[in-house]
Protein backbone atom coordinates (compact mmCIF):
# COMPACT_ATOMS: atom_id res chain seq x y z
CA UNK A 1 0.00 0.00 0.00
CA UNK A 2 2.94 2.28 -0.04
CA UNK A 3 2.98 4.72 -2.83
CA UNK A 4 5.60 4.23 -5.39
CA UNK A 5 3.95 6.05 -8.76
CA UNK A 6 2.09 9.89 -8.98
CA UNK A 7 -1.24 7.50 -9.95
CA UNK A 8 -2.69 8.59 -6.46
CA UNK A 9 -2.42 12.17 -7.57
CA UNK A 10 -5.65 11.92 -9.43
CA UNK A 11 -9.32 12.80 -9.30
CA UNK A 12 -11.72 10.76 -6.52
CA UNK A 13 -15.18 11.52 -5.34
CA UNK A 14 -14.32 11.51 -1.69
CA UNK A 15 -11.23 11.84 -0.22
CA UNK A 16 -10.53 10.33 3.60
CA UNK A 17 -8.08 11.72 5.37
CA UNK A 18 -6.85 8.99 8.17
CA UNK A 19 -7.39 5.37 8.34
CA UNK A 20 -8.38 4.72 12.24
CA UNK A 21 -11.20 4.29 13.78
CA UNK A 22 -13.58 6.07 12.12
CA UNK A 23 -11.78 6.23 8.34
CA UNK A 24 -12.12 2.60 8.17
CA UNK A 25 -16.03 2.22 8.65
CA UNK A 26 -16.51 5.30 6.28
CA UNK A 27 -13.61 3.68 3.48
CA UNK A 28 -16.07 0.63 3.90
CA UNK A 29 -19.13 2.14 3.49
CA UNK A 30 -18.81 4.76 0.85
CA UNK A 31 -17.24 1.99 -1.29
CA UNK A 32 -20.35 0.46 -1.69
CA UNK A 33 -21.77 1.78 -4.20
CA UNK A 34 -19.28 0.88 -7.10
CA UNK A 35 -19.36 4.09 -8.70
CA UNK A 36 -17.91 5.97 -5.70
CA UNK A 37 -14.29 6.50 -6.11
CA UNK A 38 -11.97 6.99 -2.75
CA UNK A 39 -8.84 7.93 -1.67
CA UNK A 40 -8.06 6.54 1.73
CA UNK A 41 -4.79 8.17 3.68
CA UNK A 42 -2.87 6.87 6.17
CA UNK A 43 0.11 8.41 8.18
CA UNK A 44 0.83 5.08 9.73
CA UNK A 45 1.54 2.04 8.17
CA UNK A 46 0.09 -1.38 8.10
CA UNK A 47 -1.39 -3.10 11.44
CA UNK A 48 0.25 -6.94 10.58
CA UNK A 49 2.63 -6.41 13.70
CA UNK A 50 1.71 -9.51 15.64
CA UNK A 51 1.65 -7.19 19.05
CA UNK A 52 -1.40 -5.64 17.44
CA UNK A 53 -3.29 -8.94 17.25
CA UNK A 54 -2.33 -10.37 20.37
CA UNK A 55 -4.72 -8.56 23.15
CA UNK A 56 -2.35 -8.22 25.56
CA UNK A 57 0.14 -6.90 22.82
CA UNK A 58 -1.37 -3.07 23.77
CA UNK A 59 1.76 -3.05 26.24
CA UNK A 60 4.14 -3.41 23.41
CA UNK A 61 2.12 -1.10 20.75
CA UNK A 62 1.77 2.14 22.85
CA UNK A 63 4.73 4.14 23.01
CA UNK A 64 6.30 1.77 19.99
CA UNK A 65 6.92 4.82 17.31
CA UNK A 66 5.86 1.66 15.05
CA UNK A 67 2.02 1.78 15.78
CA UNK A 68 2.49 5.15 18.21
CA UNK A 69 2.20 9.16 17.33
CA UNK A 70 4.28 8.95 20.32
CA UNK A 71 2.71 12.59 21.68
CA UNK A 72 3.02 14.38 24.85
CA UNK A 73 0.79 16.71 26.74
CA UNK A 74 1.97 19.96 27.88
CA UNK A 75 3.23 20.24 31.64
CA UNK A 76 -0.23 19.91 33.68
CA UNK A 77 -1.01 22.07 36.42
CA UNK A 78 -3.52 19.74 38.33
CA UNK A 79 -0.83 16.98 37.45
CA UNK A 80 1.58 18.83 39.45
CA UNK A 81 3.72 19.76 36.67
CA UNK A 82 3.87 16.70 35.14
CA UNK A 83 3.71 16.08 31.57
CA UNK A 84 1.88 12.40 30.33
CA UNK A 85 2.90 10.57 27.20
CA UNK A 86 -0.66 10.92 24.73
CA UNK A 87 -0.82 7.14 22.95
CA UNK A 88 -2.51 8.12 19.38
CA UNK A 89 -2.95 4.96 16.98
CA UNK A 90 -0.74 5.57 13.99
CA UNK A 91 -1.65 2.87 11.65
CA UNK A 92 -4.41 0.95 10.07
CA UNK A 93 -7.02 0.97 12.02
CA UNK A 94 -5.40 3.93 14.51
CA UNK A 95 -6.68 3.78 18.56
CA UNK A 96 -8.79 0.77 17.56
CA UNK A 97 -5.62 -1.26 16.92
CA UNK A 98 -3.89 -0.20 20.20
CA UNK A 99 -6.38 0.26 22.64
CA UNK A 100 -8.07 -1.60 25.48
CA UNK A 101 -10.94 -3.10 23.20
CA UNK A 102 -13.77 -2.45 25.76
CA UNK A 103 -17.24 -2.40 23.54
CA UNK A 104 -18.97 0.71 25.56
CA UNK A 105 -21.74 2.95 24.01
CA UNK A 106 -22.30 5.28 26.72
CA UNK A 107 -24.71 6.40 28.64
CA UNK A 108 -28.56 7.31 26.57
CA UNK A 109 -28.55 10.61 28.43
CA UNK A 110 -24.91 11.30 26.62
CA UNK A 111 -26.54 11.64 23.51
CA UNK A 112 -30.15 13.17 24.48
CA UNK A 113 -27.68 15.94 25.63
CA UNK A 114 -25.96 16.36 22.74
CA UNK A 115 -29.64 16.55 21.05
CA UNK A 116 -30.57 19.28 23.97
CA UNK A 117 -27.47 21.38 22.98
CA UNK A 118 -28.83 21.85 19.57
CA UNK A 119 -27.92 19.01 17.66
CA UNK A 120 -31.33 17.72 16.08
CA UNK A 121 -30.52 13.83 15.19
CA UNK A 122 -27.92 12.80 17.58
CA UNK A 123 -30.37 11.84 20.48
CA UNK A 124 -29.78 8.31 21.79
CA UNK A 125 -32.78 6.98 19.76
CA UNK A 126 -30.88 8.65 17.12
CA UNK A 127 -27.61 6.70 17.13
CA UNK A 128 -28.50 3.09 18.43
CA UNK A 129 -29.70 1.89 15.41
CA UNK A 130 -25.91 3.32 14.21
CA UNK A 131 -24.94 0.93 17.16
CA UNK A 132 -26.80 -1.99 16.12
CA UNK A 133 -26.12 -1.64 12.40
CA UNK A 134 -22.58 -2.59 12.70
CA UNK A 135 -22.52 -4.75 15.67
CA UNK A 136 -22.18 -8.44 15.63
CA UNK A 137 -23.15 -9.22 19.74
CA UNK A 138 -21.63 -12.58 20.95
CA UNK A 139 -25.35 -13.18 22.11
CA UNK A 140 -27.17 -12.39 18.83
CA UNK A 141 -29.60 -9.71 17.38
CA UNK A 142 -31.92 -8.80 19.69
CA UNK A 143 -33.58 -4.68 20.38
CA UNK A 144 -30.74 -3.69 22.00
CA UNK A 145 -28.11 -5.67 20.37
CA UNK A 146 -27.03 -6.01 16.64
CA UNK A 147 -25.76 -9.49 14.87
CA UNK A 148 -24.22 -9.80 11.56
CA UNK A 149 -22.31 -6.84 11.69
CA UNK A 150 -18.39 -5.46 10.89
CA UNK A 151 -17.72 -5.46 14.64
CA UNK A 152 -17.51 -8.05 16.61
CA UNK A 153 -18.07 -8.05 20.35
CA UNK A 154 -17.10 -10.64 22.88
CA UNK A 155 -16.99 -12.31 26.24
CA UNK A 156 -13.59 -12.30 27.65
CA UNK A 157 -11.95 -15.80 27.80
CA UNK A 158 -10.50 -15.43 31.26
CA UNK A 159 -11.82 -14.76 34.79
CA UNK A 160 -9.64 -14.11 38.04
CA UNK A 161 -11.23 -14.81 41.59
CA UNK A 162 -9.79 -11.44 42.69
CA UNK A 163 -11.97 -9.63 40.50
CA UNK A 164 -14.58 -11.93 41.54
CA UNK A 165 -14.26 -11.02 44.77
CA UNK A 166 -14.54 -7.14 44.57
CA UNK A 167 -17.67 -7.38 42.50
CA UNK A 168 -18.96 -8.94 45.44
CA UNK A 169 -17.41 -6.42 47.59
CA UNK A 170 -18.81 -3.55 45.70
CA UNK A 171 -22.17 -4.78 46.21
CA UNK A 172 -21.41 -5.04 49.87
CA UNK A 173 -21.20 -0.99 49.08
CA UNK A 174 -24.20 -0.99 47.30
CA UNK A 175 -23.11 -1.14 43.34
CA UNK A 176 -24.73 -3.83 42.11
CA UNK A 177 -24.29 -6.54 39.20
CA UNK A 178 -25.40 -5.58 35.89
CA UNK A 179 -25.81 -7.03 33.04
CA UNK A 180 -25.95 -5.14 30.19
CA UNK A 181 -23.50 -1.80 30.43
CA UNK A 182 -24.68 -1.17 26.83
CA UNK A 183 -28.80 -0.79 27.40
CA UNK A 184 -28.21 3.16 27.83
CA UNK A 185 -28.03 2.85 31.79
CA UNK A 186 -24.57 1.36 32.91
CA UNK A 187 -24.98 1.62 36.44
CA UNK A 188 -23.28 -1.12 38.19
CA UNK A 189 -20.61 -3.74 38.04
CA UNK A 190 -19.73 -6.27 35.40
CA UNK A 191 -16.73 -7.89 33.54
CA UNK A 192 -16.14 -5.57 30.42
CA UNK A 193 -17.29 -6.88 26.60
CA UNK A 194 -14.42 -6.57 24.17
CA UNK A 195 -13.76 -6.22 20.57
CA UNK A 196 -12.32 -9.42 20.07
CA UNK A 197 -13.13 -12.61 17.86
CA UNK A 198 -11.48 -16.01 19.42
CA UNK A 199 -9.46 -14.32 21.78
CA UNK A 200 -7.99 -12.19 19.13
CA UNK A 201 -8.09 -8.25 18.51
CA UNK A 202 -10.53 -7.16 16.31
CA UNK A 203 -9.90 -3.41 15.06
CA UNK A 204 -11.49 -1.53 12.37
CA UNK A 205 -9.33 -2.37 9.90
CA UNK A 206 -10.04 -6.26 10.25
CA UNK A 207 -13.95 -5.75 10.63
CA UNK A 208 -14.22 -2.62 7.70
CA UNK A 209 -11.08 -1.69 5.49
CA UNK A 210 -10.00 -5.25 4.83
CA UNK A 211 -13.51 -5.89 2.91
CA UNK A 212 -13.29 -3.12 1.49
CA UNK A 213 -9.89 -3.46 0.19
CA UNK A 214 -10.82 -5.99 -2.36
CA UNK A 215 -13.20 -3.39 -4.20
CA UNK A 216 -11.60 -1.63 -7.12
CA UNK A 217 -12.83 1.78 -5.79
CA UNK A 218 -10.90 1.93 -3.08
CA UNK A 219 -7.79 3.27 -3.01
CA UNK A 220 -5.35 3.09 0.48
CA UNK A 221 -1.86 4.64 0.84
CA UNK A 222 -0.37 4.15 4.06
CA UNK A 223 2.89 6.26 5.39
CA UNK A 224 0.74 9.64 3.31
CA UNK A 225 0.59 12.16 6.02
CA UNK A 226 -1.59 15.20 5.12
CA UNK A 227 -0.52 18.35 4.80
CA UNK A 228 -3.10 20.54 3.78
CA UNK A 229 -6.84 20.91 2.58
CA UNK A 230 -6.29 22.53 -0.92
CA UNK A 231 -9.04 25.03 -1.14
CA UNK A 232 -10.99 27.46 -3.91
CA UNK A 233 -12.21 29.88 -1.90
CA UNK A 234 -14.64 28.77 0.39
CA UNK A 235 -14.37 25.00 -1.11
CA UNK A 236 -12.80 22.20 -0.37
CA UNK A 237 -11.08 21.03 -3.19
CA UNK A 238 -8.45 18.25 -2.12
CA UNK A 239 -5.73 17.59 -0.21
CA UNK A 240 -1.82 17.65 -0.35
CA UNK A 241 -0.08 14.63 1.25
CA UNK A 242 3.72 13.78 1.91
CA UNK A 243 4.53 9.93 0.82
CA UNK A 244 7.78 8.48 -0.25
CA UNK A 245 9.30 12.06 0.42
CA UNK A 246 7.52 13.71 -1.77
CA UNK A 247 4.62 16.26 -1.78
CA UNK A 248 1.75 14.93 -3.50
CA UNK A 249 -1.68 16.01 -4.53
CA UNK A 250 -4.77 14.18 -5.20
CA UNK A 251 -8.29 16.39 -5.82
CA UNK A 252 -11.90 15.49 -4.58
CA UNK A 253 -15.35 16.19 -6.52
CA UNK A 254 -17.27 15.68 -4.09
CA UNK A 255 -15.87 15.68 -0.21
CA UNK A 256 -12.85 15.97 1.60
CA UNK A 257 -13.53 13.83 5.05
CA UNK A 258 -11.45 14.56 8.33
CA UNK A 259 -11.05 11.42 10.11
CA UNK A 260 -7.68 12.03 12.21
CA UNK A 261 -9.20 12.14 15.40
CA UNK A 262 -9.31 14.79 18.05
CA UNK A 263 -5.55 16.03 18.04
CA UNK A 264 -5.14 15.59 14.09
CA UNK A 265 -7.93 16.74 12.46
CA UNK A 266 -7.86 20.15 14.08
CA UNK A 267 -4.23 20.09 12.92
CA UNK A 268 -4.69 19.37 9.68
CA UNK A 269 -7.30 22.36 9.71
CA UNK A 270 -4.93 24.71 11.25
CA UNK A 271 -2.24 23.62 8.71
CA UNK A 272 -4.91 24.08 5.68
CA UNK A 273 -5.54 28.10 7.30
CA UNK A 274 -8.65 27.54 9.26
CA UNK A 275 -8.76 28.37 13.16
CA UNK A 276 -7.63 31.10 14.83
CA UNK A 277 -6.15 33.94 12.93
CA UNK A 278 -4.03 34.61 16.64
CA UNK A 279 -2.79 31.08 15.47
CA UNK A 280 -1.93 30.92 12.17
CA UNK A 281 -0.56 34.71 11.64
CA UNK A 282 2.03 33.57 13.88
CA UNK A 283 3.05 30.54 12.07
CA UNK A 284 2.39 32.77 8.87
CA UNK A 285 -0.13 30.16 7.46
CA UNK A 286 -2.58 31.88 5.38
CA UNK A 287 -6.34 32.02 6.59
CA UNK A 288 -9.10 30.62 4.75
CA UNK A 289 -11.67 30.52 7.17
CA UNK A 290 -11.92 32.08 10.73
CA UNK A 291 -13.11 30.23 13.68
CA UNK A 292 -11.20 30.27 17.00
CA UNK A 293 -13.31 27.14 18.51
CA UNK A 294 -10.86 24.67 16.75
CA UNK A 295 -8.53 23.14 18.98
CA UNK A 296 -10.54 24.49 21.85
CA UNK A 297 -13.12 22.04 23.94
CA UNK A 298 -10.53 19.36 24.42
CA UNK A 299 -11.98 16.53 26.92
CA UNK A 300 -10.75 13.77 28.43
CA UNK A 301 -10.77 11.01 30.98
CA UNK A 302 -8.72 11.47 33.65
CA UNK A 303 -7.98 8.44 35.37
CA UNK A 304 -6.40 8.22 38.79
CA UNK A 305 -4.62 4.63 39.99
CA UNK A 306 -4.99 3.39 43.48
CA UNK A 307 -3.10 0.34 43.88
CA UNK A 308 -3.55 -2.95 46.40
CA UNK A 309 -1.69 -5.67 47.41
CA UNK A 310 -3.30 -9.12 47.93
CA UNK A 311 -2.25 -12.30 49.40
CA UNK A 312 -3.35 -15.61 48.59
CA UNK A 313 -5.04 -15.20 45.03
CA UNK A 314 -3.15 -15.05 41.41
CA UNK A 315 -2.74 -11.69 40.00
CA UNK A 316 -1.17 -11.02 36.42
CA UNK A 317 1.99 -9.88 38.64
CA UNK A 318 3.04 -12.92 39.25
CA UNK A 319 2.62 -15.01 36.56
CA UNK A 320 4.69 -12.68 34.42
CA UNK A 321 7.69 -12.98 36.95
CA UNK A 322 7.48 -16.77 36.73
CA UNK A 323 8.96 -19.15 33.74
CA UNK A 324 6.37 -21.52 34.94
CA UNK A 325 3.73 -18.97 34.65
CA UNK A 326 5.19 -17.14 30.95
CA UNK A 327 4.93 -20.85 29.74
CA UNK A 328 1.64 -21.91 31.13
CA UNK A 329 0.83 -18.31 29.16
CA UNK A 330 1.85 -19.00 26.46
CA UNK A 331 0.70 -22.68 26.48
CA UNK A 332 -3.12 -21.53 27.01
CA UNK A 333 -3.01 -18.55 23.91
CA UNK A 334 -0.88 -20.64 21.70
CA UNK A 335 -4.02 -23.64 21.94
CA UNK A 336 -7.18 -22.13 22.71
CA UNK A 337 -6.43 -18.05 22.09
CA UNK A 338 -7.45 -17.72 25.94
CA UNK A 339 -5.49 -17.04 29.31
CA UNK A 340 -3.86 -13.86 30.07
CA UNK A 341 -2.68 -13.32 27.06
CA UNK A 342 -6.17 -12.45 25.56
CA UNK A 343 -6.96 -10.25 28.00
CA UNK A 344 -7.89 -6.82 27.99
CA UNK A 345 -5.58 -4.14 29.95
CA UNK A 346 -9.17 -3.71 32.13
CA UNK A 347 -11.63 -7.15 32.61
CA UNK A 348 -13.79 -5.56 35.29
CA UNK A 349 -15.99 -2.19 35.83
CA UNK A 350 -17.84 -0.55 37.91
CA UNK A 351 -20.35 2.50 36.91
CA UNK A 352 -21.56 4.57 39.79
CA UNK A 353 -21.80 7.96 41.24
CA UNK A 354 -19.93 10.08 43.16
CA UNK A 355 -22.94 11.76 44.53
CA UNK A 356 -26.21 10.68 45.36
CA UNK A 357 -27.60 13.61 43.71
CA UNK A 358 -26.71 12.59 40.44
CA UNK A 359 -29.02 11.55 37.64
CA UNK A 360 -26.74 8.64 36.03
CA UNK A 361 -23.50 7.46 37.06
CA UNK A 362 -20.70 10.30 36.99
CA UNK A 363 -17.75 7.70 38.21
CA UNK A 364 -16.45 4.53 36.00
CA UNK A 365 -13.54 1.86 37.58
CA UNK A 366 -11.50 0.11 35.40
CA UNK A 367 -10.13 -2.79 37.81
CA UNK A 368 -7.37 -4.61 36.75
CA UNK A 369 -5.40 -7.74 37.82
CA UNK A 370 -1.74 -6.19 37.47
CA UNK A 371 -0.08 -3.45 39.09
CA UNK A 372 3.20 -0.91 38.31
CA UNK A 373 3.92 2.19 40.54
CA UNK A 374 3.36 4.02 36.85
CA UNK A 375 2.02 3.40 33.91
CA UNK A 376 4.71 1.73 31.55
CA UNK A 377 6.97 0.36 34.44
CA UNK A 378 7.41 -3.51 35.11
CA UNK A 379 4.74 -5.08 37.06
CA UNK A 380 5.22 -5.34 40.56
CA UNK A 381 6.66 -8.87 41.80
CA UNK A 382 3.83 -9.37 44.94
CA UNK A 383 0.04 -9.45 43.56
CA UNK A 384 -1.01 -6.71 43.44
CA UNK A 385 -4.44 -5.39 41.55
CA UNK A 386 -5.37 -1.54 40.11
CA UNK A 387 -8.31 0.07 41.06
CA UNK A 388 -8.70 3.17 38.69
CA UNK A 389 -11.13 5.15 38.74
CA UNK A 390 -12.11 7.98 36.28
CA UNK A 391 -14.64 11.05 35.97
CA UNK A 392 -16.73 10.05 33.04
CA UNK A 393 -18.51 14.09 32.32
CA UNK A 394 -15.14 16.43 33.55
CA UNK A 395 -16.13 19.89 33.42
CA UNK A 396 -11.96 20.35 32.73
CA UNK A 397 -11.70 21.34 29.32
CA UNK A 398 -8.19 22.15 27.29
CA UNK A 399 -6.80 22.53 23.93
CA UNK A 400 -5.07 21.60 21.03
CA UNK A 401 -2.86 23.65 18.66
CA UNK A 402 -0.33 23.52 16.14
CA UNK A 403 3.18 25.28 16.94
CA UNK A 404 4.43 24.88 13.56
CA UNK A 405 4.12 24.58 10.30
CA UNK A 406 6.26 21.69 10.47
CA UNK A 407 4.19 18.84 10.35
CA UNK A 408 6.36 16.41 11.86
CA UNK A 409 6.10 19.09 15.40
CA UNK A 410 3.83 17.41 17.23
CA UNK A 411 0.80 19.93 18.18
CA UNK A 412 0.49 21.43 22.24
CA UNK A 413 -1.62 19.34 23.72
CA UNK A 414 -3.45 21.23 27.32
CA UNK A 415 -5.71 19.35 29.01
CA UNK A 416 -6.13 21.31 32.38
CA UNK A 417 -6.95 18.16 34.40
CA UNK A 418 -8.48 18.81 37.51
CA UNK A 419 -8.55 22.45 36.80
CA UNK A 420 -12.49 22.80 37.94
CA UNK A 421 -13.47 22.27 41.16
CA UNK A 422 -16.02 19.92 40.98
CA UNK A 423 -13.67 17.93 39.21
CA UNK A 424 -11.39 18.28 42.32
CA UNK A 425 -14.29 17.28 44.38
CA UNK A 426 -14.60 14.09 42.66
CA UNK A 427 -10.91 12.83 41.91
CA UNK A 428 -11.23 13.34 46.09
CA UNK A 429 -14.91 11.53 46.38
CA UNK A 430 -13.99 8.58 43.91
CA UNK A 431 -10.23 7.59 46.31
CA UNK A 432 -12.62 7.50 49.17
CA UNK A 433 -15.46 5.40 47.27
CA UNK A 434 -12.91 2.99 46.26
CA UNK A 435 -11.28 2.34 49.52
CA UNK A 436 -14.72 1.49 50.42
CA UNK A 437 -14.70 -0.99 48.20
CA UNK A 438 -11.54 -2.79 48.98
CA UNK A 439 -12.82 -2.48 52.71
CA UNK A 440 -15.76 -4.94 52.04
CA UNK A 441 -16.06 -8.20 53.53
CA UNK A 442 -15.65 -10.30 50.36
CA UNK A 443 -11.81 -9.11 49.89
CA UNK A 444 -11.41 -9.83 53.98
CA UNK A 445 -9.41 -12.97 52.68
CA UNK A 446 -7.24 -11.33 49.99
CA UNK A 447 -5.77 -8.52 52.83
CA UNK A 448 -5.92 -6.15 50.39
CA UNK A 449 -3.49 -3.13 51.27
CA UNK A 450 -3.31 0.19 49.87
CA UNK A 451 -0.37 0.63 48.03
CA UNK A 452 -1.12 4.15 46.58
CA UNK A 453 -1.78 6.32 47.56
CA UNK A 454 -1.24 4.99 50.49
CA UNK A 455 -3.71 4.90 54.09
CA UNK A 456 -1.55 7.44 55.47
CA UNK A 457 -3.03 9.90 52.90
CA UNK A 458 -6.37 11.09 54.43
CA UNK A 459 -7.17 14.40 54.27
CA UNK A 460 -8.92 15.88 51.10
CA UNK A 461 -6.14 18.34 50.33
CA UNK A 462 -3.65 15.19 50.79
CA UNK A 463 -5.81 12.95 49.11
CA UNK A 464 -5.76 15.95 45.71
CA UNK A 465 -2.42 16.29 45.49
CA UNK A 466 -1.87 12.58 45.24
CA UNK A 467 -4.24 12.48 42.59
CA UNK A 468 -2.21 15.09 40.36
CA UNK A 469 0.51 12.55 41.17
CA UNK A 470 -1.14 9.17 40.01
CA UNK A 471 -3.36 10.47 37.56
CA UNK A 472 -3.14 9.49 33.71
CA UNK A 473 -5.03 9.79 30.74
CA UNK A 474 -7.06 6.69 29.96
CA UNK A 475 -6.88 7.70 25.95
CA UNK A 476 -10.05 9.53 25.47
CA UNK A 477 -9.50 13.04 23.93
CA UNK A 478 -12.75 14.50 21.79
CA UNK A 479 -14.45 17.30 21.68
CA UNK A 480 -11.88 19.73 19.38
CA UNK A 481 -13.74 20.20 16.49
CA UNK A 482 -17.29 20.60 18.86
CA UNK A 483 -20.79 20.05 16.95
CA UNK A 484 -23.59 22.32 17.13
CA UNK A 485 -24.86 25.76 16.25
CA UNK A 486 -23.00 28.43 18.54
CA UNK A 487 -20.31 30.53 17.91
CA UNK A 488 -17.62 27.74 19.90
CA UNK A 489 -18.78 24.90 17.13
CA UNK A 490 -16.73 23.62 14.20
CA UNK A 491 -19.43 21.61 12.43
CA UNK A 492 -22.87 21.13 12.04
CA UNK A 493 -25.04 18.17 13.03
CA UNK A 494 -24.18 16.77 9.46
CA UNK A 495 -20.50 16.79 10.96
CA UNK A 496 -19.81 20.07 7.42
CA UNK A 497 -17.71 22.87 9.06
CA UNK A 498 -18.92 25.69 9.30
CA UNK A 499 -18.49 28.14 6.72
CA UNK A 500 -16.95 26.27 4.37
CA UNK A 501 -18.00 24.01 1.51
CA UNK A 502 -17.45 20.07 1.07
CA UNK A 503 -15.52 19.70 4.31
CA UNK A 504 -16.49 17.20 7.10
CA UNK A 505 -15.09 15.99 10.36
CA UNK A 506 -15.79 12.81 11.46
CA UNK A 507 -14.29 11.37 14.66
CA UNK A 508 -14.33 11.55 18.19
CA UNK A 509 -13.17 15.47 17.98
CA UNK A 510 -16.58 16.30 16.69
CA UNK A 511 -18.73 15.29 20.40
CA UNK A 512 -19.96 18.55 22.25
CA UNK A 513 -20.02 16.81 25.23
CA UNK A 514 -17.36 13.84 26.23
CA UNK A 515 -19.38 10.07 26.22
CA UNK A 516 -19.48 8.48 29.73
CA UNK A 517 -17.81 5.31 29.12
CA UNK A 518 -15.22 4.02 26.52
CA UNK A 519 -15.26 6.10 23.48
CA UNK A 520 -14.11 3.78 20.68
CA UNK A 521 -17.71 2.12 20.05
CA UNK A 522 -19.24 5.88 19.71
CA UNK A 523 -16.64 6.78 16.81
CA UNK A 524 -17.88 3.43 14.89
CA UNK A 525 -21.14 4.97 15.75
CA UNK A 526 -20.50 8.33 14.43
CA UNK A 527 -18.71 7.05 11.10
CA UNK A 528 -21.94 4.64 10.37
CA UNK A 529 -24.23 8.06 11.13
CA UNK A 530 -21.63 10.10 9.05
CA UNK A 531 -21.85 7.51 5.85
CA UNK A 532 -25.24 7.66 5.50
CA UNK A 533 -24.90 11.61 5.83
CA UNK A 534 -22.75 11.92 2.72
CA UNK A 535 -24.07 9.32 0.98
CA UNK A 536 -27.55 11.45 0.97
CA UNK A 537 -29.73 8.69 3.24
CA UNK A 538 -31.18 11.02 5.50
Known sequence: MEARDATIEGRYDYIIVGAGTAGCVLANRLTEDPGTRVLLLEAGGNDNYHWVHIPVGYLYCIGNPRTDWMMKTAAEPGLNGRSLSYPRGKLLGGCSSINGMIYM??????YDRWRQMGNAGWGWDDVLPYFLKSEDHHGGKSGLHGGGGEWK???QRLTWDILKAVQAGAAEFGIMPREDFNDGNNEGTGFFEVNQRGGVRWNTAKGFLRPAMKRPNLRV?????????LFDGKRAIGVEF?????????????EVLLAAGAINSPRVLEQSGVGSPSILAGLGIELVHENAAVGENLQDHLQIRTVYKVHGVKTLNTLVHSPAGKAWMALQYAFSRSGPLSMAPSQFGMFTKSDPAMETPDIEYHVQPLSTDKLGDPLHRFPAITVSVCNLRPDSVGSTHI??????????IRLNYLSAERDRQVAVASIRQARGVM???????YQPEELLPGPAVESDEDLLREAGNLGTTIFHPVGTCKMGRDDRAVVDTDLRVHGLDRLRVVDASIMPKIVSG???????????KAADMIRGAL
Do not use: C, F, Y
Not at 105 to 110: K, P, V
Not at 221 to 229: F, G, P, S
Not at 242 to 254: E, F, V, Y
Open 242 to 254: RTSGLLRKAIADA
Open 439 to 445: EARALEK
Open 105 to 110: RGQAAD
Open 221 to 229: VTHAETERV
Open 153 to 155: VSR
Open 518 to 528: NTASPVVMIAE
Open 403 to 412: VSRDISEQPE
